[in-house]
Each structure stands twice: as structure tokens, then as C-alpha cells.
């Protein structure tokens, strides 16, 4: 028989990482930029190392390796996948989506459905969320889900900030049916006119590559930007975060009739410590609920709170019976939370 929305539920045991060789230290940046060694708006971010990509791999080989040791690490694994999600700042081709490229290199058969789905640092909940539907409506039992992080490529050769906190690397997990376990409280939200604060400006069809993609402008916030380069308002997205996220919590945790010390874990998007800390106080969560995990990754976009998750479950911290609130926010301007009952 048929499970229905309301038998399916949904659970994450199995996850896998892997990062690109190449690192970049906090005493390489100050290499690079020696007169920021004594600055201490650094050190409060928290991060001493970061994997960067090669100048000549490609996205999805990345997110092909964690699949692999996935699969290296459960045998048995591969035979049950009926379904792969992908996310990356970077597709293989226009079309076919890239999801579908990985199903066939990673030897899956014909059954597996494909789908792209990319938001950013964002990307986790949306993720999850479709593979929590996909196995509610029945259609899938053992959804494989691999997301890379490669924005390193569009940096600015002398963009400090985003050379200092960002980093890359990939994950491969299952969103797999379960009997007890599951995902529920999906809170969306996204500010389109807000756009502007994350964004590559030039290289798509809105605006494509053009003469002045690679030279500099003043925009509206008073940066000096690159429409061919990646581009954040650090202190604007930091202020929307400080504004939405901790209401989103609270609605999230009014909607089940919990309270803040009702959840057992926080798992939230990890753009640097500073800000999760920072994030924490301002939505008066328990401090030693709170998970930090950016020191020897930077903010890896869309891999983040699986690092958290995958480091959780191998120092047993994630176990049965847990309520676990995970929250993301970053490019769109956009925000989510749901809530993880393992």
C-alpha cells in the first residue's frame, strides 16, 4: 500500500563530506594582505582554515567524491536511492541538469528521478524539504542529496572579506523514510527586492558578461563592486538576519507550543561566529544549545549545517528522541527554519 502525508516520515543518518585539497589559512590571508594583520575584526569571525577549489576542477566532481564515500561507507546504499537533489552555485551544463549527470556517473539506475534546487546558503531547508515531500507523497523512500560549495571561483582577487569567510567543499547525505524520525514546521520566507545585498550582478541573461563586467563601480550601498564578481553587503545582510531570523524561530516554536530550552540542538547557518554567536544572544537562545562548527571550514553556502550534522552524528551528540531546530538565511534575501525530531 501506498504511504500517504500522513504515515511518511523522514530522517538523516548518513552523511558524507569531502574537501578540496587546496587550503587557505588565516596566515595566508595575512600573507596576502599584511596590513590586516593586526586588525582584530578577523579573529572575532572565528575561522583559521578554509578549502578553495582548483583552478581547474569543477563543481560537481566535488559533490561526486562525497557521493562516493557515501557509498564507500555504506555498501548497500547505493541500490537504494530512488531519487537525487542537487545544489551548486555552479550547474554542469544549461541543461540537463546536473543531478541527472551525477546519476549517471555514479552508476544509478534509470528509476533515480533528478532535480536541481539551488538557494544559496538557503539551500539545506529547501533541500530537505523536497526530499521530506517527495517521501510523504510515496514517491521516493531514499533520496540522495549532494550540495557543493565552490564561490571561491568568483571572488575578487583583492575582495578581503569574502576571501576571509568563505570557503568550499561538498556533502552527499540520504533523506531516507523512517518510522519514528521526522521533519516538519517548514517556515519559508524571501525578500526579492532585497536582491542586490548577495549577488553576481553579470553572467546570466538579465545581465550578461559584458566590457565592464571586470571593472569597478560605486553601488548603492557605497561599496566598491564587480558585476562579474560575487558581491555581499556584509553589515545589510547582517542586520536582516538580526531582524528575521530570531522572529522566525519564535514562530516556528510558538506554532508547536514549545519553548526555546523545549530543543535539544540549534543548527544554524554558519557564515562565521561572530554572527552565529551574535544571532543567539539577540534570539535569546541557550548558549550551550547553540552549534559551532566554522573554524576549520569558513562559510561554506550550502554546507554548512550538513558539517554540523555530519560532525554531530560522529561524536554521537545527534541520538533518538531529540527535537533539533535548524535555521538558514543568505542569498535572495531569504530565511528558513524547520524543526527535527530524530
Known sequence: MQNTIFDSMSNISKVALYFPKKTYTTEDFFSDFPEERGSKTWVKLGINNRHIIGDYEVPSDLGFKAAELLFEQHPNLKAEIDFILFTSPERDYYTPVTAGVLQ?????????????????????????SHADGLIKIGAASNVLVIAVSSLSKKFHAQDKANRFIFGDGACAFVVEKDDTANFHSYFFGND?????????????????LN?????????AFGDEQYPGHFYQDGAGVFRFTLDR?????????????????????????????????????????????????????????SVTIPILIHNLLKENKIRKGQKILIAAFGTGLSWNCCIWET
Not at 552508476?107 to 539545506?124: A, E, R, Y
Not at 519564535?250 to 554558519?270: C, F, G, R, S, T
Open 104 to 128: 549517471h556517473r555514479l552508476g544509478l539506475g534509470n528509476h533515480v528521478g533528478c532535480m536541481d534546487v539551488h538557494q544559496g546558503c538557503s539551500s539545506f531547508i529547501y533541500l530537505v
Open 192 to 208: 526579492g527586492e532585497k536582491k542586490d545585498k548577495i549577488i553576481i550582478k553579470d553572467g546570466e541573461h538579465r545581465s550578461p
Open 245 to 301: 531570523v530570531p522572529k522566525m524561530i519564535n514562530a516556528v516554536l510558538e506554532k508547536n507550543n514549545l519553548v526555546k530550552e523545549d530543543i535539544d540542538l540549534y543548527l544554524l547557518h554558519q557564515p562565521n561566529e561572530f554572527i552565529v554567536k551574535t544571532l543567539a544572544r539577540i534570539a535569546k537562545l541557550p548558549e550551550e544549545k547553540v552549534i559551532l562548527d566554522v573554524e576549520n571550514y569558513g562559510n561554506t553556502v
Open 211 to 219: 566590457d565592464k563586467s571586470f571593472l569597478p563601480f560605486e553601488n
